[in-house]
């Protein structure tokens, strides 16, 4: 049924946003309270890569997670 798939797609979106909201959120609490690479932090809250993680991170805040970073060291 159509009705159903995309009820099916709509709910598997909002989904998708919550975790990938968690998941920003985590990273920026560990830019903030550890001196982790990037890479690592990117795998640690579930992104593939590095650059995924980066380019997510851009797309959602405005900014990448190493300028994120800095303004909590200045």
Do not use: K, W
Request: proline share 3%.
């Amino acid at each position: 049924d159509l009705h159903r798939v995309d009820r099916r797609q709509r709910q598997m979106c909002i989904r998708d946003r919550y975790l990938l909201a968690r998941r920003l959120s985590r990273a920026r609490h560990l830019l903030r309270t550890t001196a982790q690479p990037l890479g690592e932090i990117a795998l640690a809250c579930g992104f593939a890569s590095a650059s995924h993680f980066s380019n997510r991170f851009r797309h959602a805040l405005g900014g990448t997670p190493g300028d994120y970073r800095l303004a909590f060291l200045r």
